[in-house]
C-alpha cells in the first residue's frame, strides 16, 4: 500500500513539474517563434521597401537624364527611342511603387507614400509636358525649357518624400528591433522565473515525500539492495526524467541560439541598410542642436568623402569640418542661415525644414551643394535632432544655367505666356529690343506694356493658337523704340498630361536686316545683269565638263572675232583656241589643267592663246572663278588682251639677251685690251727697268725716269679699268692675311712727300694710339682705296694741308673698325654733284679733267672696293673749303707682342714744332711709351739741361744750328717729311722721318744712349750670290720684244734660256732637251698656252709651267689652273716678281749640278736666298738661346749684346719691325727689371719665329 502511495505521490509530482516545463517552455517558444516572425516581417517590409523605394529613385533620376539628351540636337528617330524608353523606365517606376505600397506600412510612411504618390503624378504629368515639348526642337525650346524647369521643381518636391520615406525605413526598423527586444526579455523573464518556481516545487515536494519515506525505505534497504539489479520500473522511470530534463535542456539551447541568430540577422539588416544609405548618391546625416547652437554629427553617410571632400568620421568628430571646403563667399551666408535656423527651432518647434544651396571647392573644382534640414517633432529642453541630406546638384545648376543662358544668347525673341496672357517667361532679347528692365514684364499682360492696338492684335493671334491647340508661323511688323521690325514668328501651345494647354511660347526671329537683304539682293541682280552686259570686260561662263560656253556679254563677242553672241555660245575652248599651248601642251590638256585648278581653289589666273575665226592668234590673260548656279558648278571667266605685253615681254628677252652678249663682248674686249696694251708695256717697261741698271748720263737717267713714271701711269689707269671691270663682274678676289697697318699708312705718306712737296702742300699723318700693329684683311686693296683718296686730294689742293688719319671705331654691331680720313684743302665739290663722283668716268665737270687730268675711275673703284669689303665711304665737302673724305672697313685685329719699352719717369721730351698737326698726333704715342711731353714753339720757351731731349719739327737749316749752339749738352732729333725712316745720327744731330714711329722710337733710344746708331741701310741692288750653276730654261713667246726682255731679264738673274715662237716647237724642243721649268704666254698659234700645257700633262711630264698672261679676268685665271700651271705672271713683268716665281719652282727641280740659286735682295726684304736664309736662322737660334741662359745668369751685357747683334742682321735683311724690336728689349735691360724682361722676350721669340717661318724661300 505504501509502495502505491510513493509511486502515485511520485508520479503525481513528475507530472505535476513536467506540465509546469512544459507550459513554461511552450510559451517561450511561442513567444520566441512571435518574436522571429515578427523580425522576419520586419527585416523583409524594409528590405523590400529600401529597394523599391531605391529603384524608384534611380528610374526617376535616369528618367530625368534621358530627358535632358533631348536638350542636345537629335534627330526624329533618335526623339521617338528616347520617349519610347523614357515611358518604358516611367512602367517600370510605377510598378515598383505599387510594390512598396504593398509592404507593410506604419500609419507615418502611409501618409509621407500618399504625399510621394502625388508628386509621383504630377511627376509623370511634367514628364509628358516636357516630352511634347521636345517633339520639335527647332521651335520648342522655349517651351521645353519651362517644362523641364517645372519638371526639376517637382522632381525636388518628391525627392524629399522619398528621403523621407527613407530615413523613416531607419526609425521603423529601429522601434521594431527594440519592441522585438522587449518581447525577448520578457520571455526570457517568465521562462527563467518558471524554472525557479519548478526547481523550488520540486525540492519542497521531494522533501516531504523523503520525510514520508524514509522510514518505509530504511527497512526495505535491505529488499531494495537484493533487488537492485531488477528495479525496471526505477530504471525506467529516471531515464525517463533524465530524457525530459536534456530536452528542457536542449529546447532552452535552441531558443538561446534562435535569439543570437535574430540579434545577428537584425545587425546584418542593418548593414545592409547602412550600406544602402552609403550607395545613395546623397549624404544622409542625423545632427544634434543644442540651445549654444552648437552642431554635432550622430550619423553621416559615408559619401561625405565624395560629395563634400570631408571624410565622415572627420565630420563627426569635429562638425565645422565642413567649413574647410566652403566657398569663401558662400561662408558668411551659411552661417546667418544656420544661426536664424536654430533660433527658429528653438522659439516656435514643430516639423521645420530649411533648404540651402552653397558652394564646395574639392581638389580646385567647384561644386554646388543642395542641403535639406528637417527637425525631429520631440524637441527637448537641450537639445534636438535634425535629420536630412546633402545632394550634389552642379550638373543640375550648371544644366539649369546653361539652358538660361542659351535662352538668352539667343538673338530671337522667347517668351511664355499663361492662359491669362500673363508673361512667364523672356529673354534677354526680347528685353533689350523694347528697353524694359531685367524681369519686368514678369507677370504683366500685353496691355499693360504696348498700346491697346497692338497688344488686341497680340492676343488675339495668342486665343487662335491656344483654342485650336495648332502650332502657328507668320510674318509680322511690330513698332520697336527705334522703329518698326519684321519678325518671322512662331507661336504654340504648352500641353499637359492631358493634352490641354496650360501656356502659349512664342519663339519670333527678327527678320529686318534679311528682308532688306533680299531687296537690295534683287536690285544688285538687276544691276549685275546691266553691268555683265555692259561691261567693256570680256566675260564668258563655261561648263567645266566640256568647256563649253553657254553665255557671253558683248564685249567677249568683239574680242573673241564675232559678230553676233549665238555665234560664240555653244563654242568650246578647243574651237577658239590655238592648238597647243605656250608650254607646247596640247590645247585641251592644257585646259582640263587649268579649268581643274579653278574648281579646286575657287580661281586661277593664267595666260592663254587664242584663236579668232580669221585664223589670227591673240594671247590673253585669263582668270577663271567658280560659280554656282542651280546647284552646279560653272565657271566665270574674264579674258584680258596681252599681244601688246607679250610682244614687249619678247621685245624685252631679245634686248636681255642682246645686253649680255654685249656684257661678253665688253669683257672678251677688255681682256683682248688688256692683253694688246700689256704686251707693248711689258716690252716698254721691262726695258726701261733694265736701263735703270746701266750707266747713265744725268739727262738720259732724267728722261728715263719721265718715260718710266708715264708709262706707270698707263699702268695704273690700265689697273683701275681692270679692277673695275672684275668687281662690276664679280670677278675679283679679297685677300684675308694679316699685315702691318701702321707700317702700310706710313709707307704711302712717304711716297707722297715728293709730290706734296713739290706744290708746297703740307702732309700730315695723324695715326691713334688705339690702332693695334696688325690686322686681318687685303692689304692691297685697302693701299689701292688709300693712295687713290690721297692721291686725288693732292691732285686738288692748290696750297695748305693734306691730311691722313686713322682712327679705330668699335661698333656694336660689327666689331672693329677702323676708320680712315682724308681731309685737303682743295677746291672742294657743290653738293649737287658729289654723289655722281662715285660713278664710273665722272668728274665736277670737263674743266677739271682738262685742268687736273684723270679718267674719272678712282673713286668709283674705291667705293665699289669699300663695299665689297663691308664697308662705307662718305663725302663731306663745301667749294673753295676743301673735302674730307671717310672709309670705315671692317678689320679683325691680329694678337702680337707689345714691347713697351721703360724709359726713366724723369726723362722728358720737349718738342719745339711751329705747326700744332704733327706734334698733337704723336704726342698720344709718347705718352704710351711711358716719357713726360712738352710742346713748345719756340726756343725762347725752351730750359736747357744736360738730360734733355729735343724733337724739333719742319725747322729750316739755320734755325737747326741756332738749336746745337743753344743746346750743347741735349740731344736733338730733327723730325721732318724728308727725313729716313730709321734714324741716322751726325754728331749731336739725330735725323728720322716725321712719318716713321718705328724711326722716332729708335731715335728716341738712341739719343738716349741706349743704341748706337745706323749710318746707313743696304742698297736696293740684284745681286748674284752664287752663279756655279745656272737653271735651264724653255720660253714660249710669239711676241719678238718680249722675248727679247725675258732674256735680258733671265740673263741679269743667271739663268740660260731658249725661245720658241708657239706651243707645237715649244712642245718639239721640250723632247729633244731637257728643262728645269718652262715659261709660256697663253695666247700664241698653231698652239696656246693652254694646249702646250695640257699635252705636257697627258705625257706624264710633270715640270713646272708658269704662265705669262696680260689676262686678269676669274675666268682666265680659272682656266690656268684648270690647265695644269703651276703659277701665273701679269704683264709687265716685274724682274723681282719674275725672280720669285722661278726660286719657288726651281727650289725642288733643278737640274744636277744647279742646287746653288740665284736670288735677288730688295728693299723689301722679303726675298731670300736659301743659303742666307739658313745662315740667318742658325745666328738668330743661337742668339736666342744665349739671351735666355743669360736671362737665367741675370747677365744683362751678355742679353744687351745678342740684342744688338740680332737687329743689325736684320737691318741688313730689311726687317725694321723685329729691329725696332730689338731696341726696345735692351731699353728693358738698362731698367733692370728681369721678371718683365723674361716676359717681354718670351713674345718677342714668338713674333721672331713666324717672321723667320714667313722669310723662309718659297713661302
Not at 967 to 988: C, F, K, T, Y
Request: proline share 3%; with cysteine.
Amino acid at each position: 500500500m505504501n509502495r502505491i502511495k510513493i509511486g502515485i505521490k511520485l508520479f503525481i509530482l513528475t507530472t505535476f513539474l513536467s506540465s509546469v516545463t512544459m507550459i513554461l517552455g511552450l510559451q517561450g517558444l511561442n513567444g520566441m517563434a512571435n518574436t522571429k516572425d515578427r523580425l522576419k516581417t520586419v527585416y523583409d517590409n524594409r528590405t523590400v521597401a529600401l529597394i523599391q523605394l531605391s529603384g524608384v529613385v534611380n528610374d526617376t533620376m535616369y528618367l530625368l537624364r534621358l530627358i535632358d539628351k533631348l536638350k542636345d540636337e537629335q534627330s526624329p528617330e533618335e526623339i521617338t527611342r528616347i520617349i519610347k524608353n523614357s515611358y518604358k523606365i516611367a512602367s517600370e517606376r510605377e510598378k515598383k511603387w505599387k510594390a512598396y505600397r504593398n509592404t507593410f506600412l506604419t500609419n507615418k510612411e502611409t501618409i509621407l507614400a500618399r504625399q510621394a504618390e502625388a508628386h509621383i503624378n504630377d511627376l509623370a504629368l511634367a514628364r509628358n509636358t516636357v516630352i511634347a515639348a521636345y517633339r520639335d526642337q527647332g521651335h520648342e525650346a522655349g517651351r521645353a525649357a519651362a517644362s523641364r524647369t517645372n519638371l526639376d521643381r517637382k522632381f525636388n518636391t518628391f525627392h524629399y518624400d522619398l528621403s523621407q520615406l527613407i530615413k523613416l525605413q531607419v526609425e521603423v526598423t529601429n522601434n521594431n528591433y527594440e519592441e522585438a527586444l522587449k518581447e525577448y526579455t520578457h520571455i526570457h523573464s517568465i521562462t527563467l522565473y518558471s524554472m525557479l518556481i519548478a526547481i523550488i516545487l520540486g525540492a519542497l515536494f521531494s522533501f516531504l515525500l523523503a520525510r514520508s519515506i524514509t522510514r518505509p525505505i530504511h527497512n526495505a534497504v535491505d529488499i531494495a539492495n537484493s533487488i537492485a539489479d531488477n528495479l525496471p520500473d526505477s530504471d525506467s522511470s529516471k531515464k525517463f526524467a533524465d530524457d525530459e530534463v536534456s530536452q528542457l535542456l536542449h529546447a532552452l539551447a535552441r531558443l538561446k541560439s534562435n535569439i543570437a541568430m535574430m540579434s545577428q540577422k537584425i545587425k546584418s539588416q542593418l548593414i545592409q541598410l547602412k550600406a544602402m544609405t552609403n550607395s545613395l548618391p546623397l549624404v544622409v546625416f542625423q545632427m544634434s542642436l543644442n540651445r549654444k547652437k552648437t552642431l554635432s554629427y550622430n550619423f553621416i553617410s559615408e559619401q561625405a568623402s565624395i560629395v563634400l571632400g570631408v571624410a565622415s568620421e572627420e565630420l563627426l568628430e569635429n562638425a565645422n569640418a565642413l567649413m574647410r571646403n566652403l566657398h569663401p563667399e558662400d561662408i558668411l551666408s551659411v552661417k546667418i542661415a544656420s544661426i536664424k535656423f536654430a533660433k527658429k527651432v528653438f522659439t516656435e518647434g514643430g516639423h521645420l525644414s530649411v533648404h540651402m544651396i552653397f558652394r564646395m571647392i574639392i581638389d580646385t573644382h567647384t561644386r554646388w551643394i543642395l542641403a535639406t534640414v528637417i527637425t525631429d517633432s520631440n524637441v527637448s529642453n537641450d537639445s534636438v535632432i535634425l535629420n536630412g541630406f546633402y545632394q550634389d546638384i552642379t550638373e543640375q545648376y550648371n544644366s539649369k544655367k546653361l539652358l538660361q543662358d542659351v535662352i538668352d544668347e539667343n538673338p530671337a525673341i522667347v517668351i511664355i505666356k499663361d492662359l491669362q496672357g500673363k508673361y512667364v517667361l523672356n529673354n534677354r532679347s526680347f528685353e533689350q529690343l523694347f528697353n524694359f528692365a531685367e524681369g519686368s514684364v514678369i507677370g504683366k499682360t500685353d496691355y499693360e506694356i504696348f498700346d491697346c492696338t497692338l497688344a488686341s492684335q497680340l492676343r488675339s493671334v495668342d486665343l487662335d493658337v491656344l483654342s485650336k491647340v495648332s502650332t502657328r508661323q507668320f510674318e509680322e511688323e511690330i513698332p520697336t523704340p527705334d522703329g518698326v521690325h519684321s519678325f518671322l514668328t512662331n507661336k504654340f501651345p504648352l500641353l499637359d498630361d492631358n493634352g490641354n494647354p496650360y501656356a502659349i511660347c512664342i519663339i519670333a526671329s527678327d527678320i529686318t536686316q534679311r528682308r532688306t537683304i533680299e531687296k537690295l539682293l534683287k536690285e544688285s541682280e538687276a544691276y549685275n545683269k546691266v553691268l555683265f552686259q555692259e561691261s567693256h570686260t570680256p566675260i564668258v561662263v563655261i561648263t567645266p565638263e566640256t568647256g563649253q560656253i553657254v553665255d557671253c556679254n558683248p564685249a567677249a563677242v568683239n574680242i573673241y572675232g564675232y559678230t553676233l553672241r549665238d555665234e560664240l555660245l555653244g563654242k568650246t575652248t578647243l574651237d577658239v583656241s590655238a592648238p597647243f599651248q605656250y608650254a607646247e601642251v596640247d590645247t585641251w590638256t592644257a585646259a582640263m589643267n587649268e579649268q581643274a585648278i579653278a574648281l579646286k581653289k575657287g580661281n586661277n589666273i593664267f595666260e592663254w592663246q587664242l584663236r579668232r575665226p580669221n585664223g589670227e592668234f591673240w594671247d590673253a590673260s585669263v582668270h577663271l572663278t567658280t560659280i554656282i548656279h542651280n546647284g552646279e558648278p560653272l565657271l566665270l571667266g574674264t579674258v584680258t588682251d596681252i599681244t601688246i605685253r607679250k610682244q614687249a615681254e619678247l621685245a624685252i628677252l631679245q634686248a636681255k639677251a642682246a645686253a649680255e652678249n654685249a656684257t661678253k663682248l665688253k669683257s672678251n674686249f677688255l681682256a683682248t685690251m688688256s692683253h694688246e696694251i700689256r704686251t707693248p708695256l711689258n716690252a716698254i717697261l721691262g726695258n726701261l727697268e733694265l736701263l735703270e741698271y746701266s750707266s747713265l748720263t744725268l739727262l738720259q737717267r732724267d728722261r728715263l725716269h719721265t718715260v718710266t713714271t708715264s708709262s706707270r701711269s698707263l699702268l695704273n689707269i690700265i689697273n683701275d679699268i681692270l679692277d673695275l671691270s672684275k668687281v662690276e663682274s664679280d670677278q675679283l678676289i679679297l685677300e684675308n692675311t694679316a699685315f702691318d697697318i701702321i707700317h702700310m699708312f706710313e709707307e704711302i705718306a712717304q711716297m707722297f712727300v715728293p709730290l706734296a712737296s713739290k706744290k708746297e702742300i703740307t702732309l700730315n699723318l695723324i695715326i691713334s694710339a688705339e690702332i693695334e700693329q696688325y690686322y686681318c684683311g687685303d692689304p692691297t686693296r685697302i693701299r689701292q682705296i688709300v693712295n687713290n683718296l690721297v692721291s686725288n686730294a693732292i691732285k686738288f689742293t692748290e696750297s695748305g694741308t693734306v691730311s691722313l688719319s686713322l682712327e679705330l671705331e668699335n661698333d656694336a654691331l660689327s666689331g672693329s673698325m677702323i676708320f680712315i680720313r682724308i681731309c685737303d684743302t682743295g677746291i672742294g665739290i657743290h653738293e649737287s654733284i658729289q654723289q655722281d663722283l662715285f660713278q664710273a668716268f665722272m668728274q665736277a665737270d670737263s674743266s677739271i679733267t682738262r685742268r687736273f687730268g684723270g679718267s674719272g675711275l678712282g673713286l668709283t673703284l674705291c667705293k665699289r672696293l669699300t663695299e665689297l669689303m663691308q664697308g662705307e665711304i662718305t663725302l663731306e665737302s663745301k667749294p673753295g673749303v676743301g673735302s674730307i673724305f671717310s672709309v670705315k672697313l671692317p678689320v679683325q685685329p691680329v694678337t702680337s707682342p707689345r714691347l713697351v719699352p721703360l724709359f726713366s719717369p724723369e726723362m722728358n721730351i720737349t718738342i719745339i714744332s711751329k705747326h700744332s698737326d704733327w706734334p698733337r698726333a704723336v704726342t698720344p704715342h709718347l705718352v704710351k711709351w711711358g716719357l713726360q711731353v712738352n710742346i713748345k714753339e719756340s726756343t725762347e720757351e725752351v730750359t736747357y739741361s744736360q738730360s734733355q731731349i729735343l724733337i724739333i719739327n719742319e725747322l729750316s737749316h739755320e734755325e737747326l744750328l741756332v738749336y746745337e749752339r743753344a743746346a750743347l749738352n741735349s740731344r736733338i732729333i730733327n723730325v721732318s717729311i724728308h727725313g729716313p725712316s730709321m734714324p741716322i745720327m751726325d754728331e749731336q744731330l739725330i735725323s728720322v722721318s716725321c712719318f716713321s714711329l718705328a724711326g722716332l722710337r729708335s731715335a728716341i733710344m738712341l739719343a738716349m744712349g741706349l743704341e748706337s746708331a745706323e749710318t746707313s741701310v743696304p742698297p736696293v741692288a740684284y745681286e748674284r750670290l752664287d752663279s756655279v750653276k745656272r737653271a735651264h730654261i724653255l720660253v714660249a713667246e710669239d711676241h719678238e720684244a718680249n722675248r727679247i726682255l725675258i732674256r735680258e731679264q733671265l740673263k741679269l738673274l743667271g739663268h740660260d734660256a731658249d725661245f720658241a715662237e708657239n706651243g707645237l716647237i715649244a712642245l718639239t724642243m721640250f723632247k729633244n732637251k731637257r728643262y728645269d721649268i718652262i715659261l709660256t704666254d697663253l695666247s700664241m698659234p698653231l698652239l696656246d698656252g693652254y694646249g702646250l700645257s695640257e699635252q705636257l700633262r697627258n705625257q706624264q711630264e710633270w715640270i713646272p709651267i708658269i704662265a705669262i698672261t696680260a689676262s686678269t679676268t676669274k675666268d682666265d685665271l680659272q682656266r690656268c689652273l684648270a690647265a695644269g700651271f703651276d703659277d701665273i705672271i701679269l704683264k709687265p713683268i716685274s724682274l723681282s716678281e719674275l725672280d720669285l716665281a722661278l726660286r719657288k719652282h726651281l727650289r725642288h727641280n733643278l737640274s744636277s749640278g744647279s742646287e746653288k740659286s740665284v736670288t735677288v735682295v730688295t728693299s723689301q726684304g722679303q726675298c731670300l736666298s736659301h743659303e742666307l736664309y739658313e745662315a740667318m736662322k742658325t745666328a738668330t737660334t743661337l742668339s736666342l738661346s744665349a739671351i735666355e741662359h743669360a736671362l737665367v745668369r741675370g747677365d744683362m751685357d751678355e742679353v744687351a749684346a745678342q740684342l744688338h747683334s740680332m737687329r743689325g742682321a736684320f737691318m741688313m735683311i730689311q726687317e725694321p719691325i723685329v729691329a725696332a724690336k730689338c731696341i726696345d728689349l735692351n731699353s728693358m735691360t738698362k731698367a733692370n727689371k728681369p721678371v718683365e724682361l723674361q716676359q717681354a722676350f718670351n713674345d718677342f721669340k714668338f713674333f721672331v719665329n713666324d717672321v723667320l717661318h714667313r722669310l723662309t724661300p718659297g713661302n
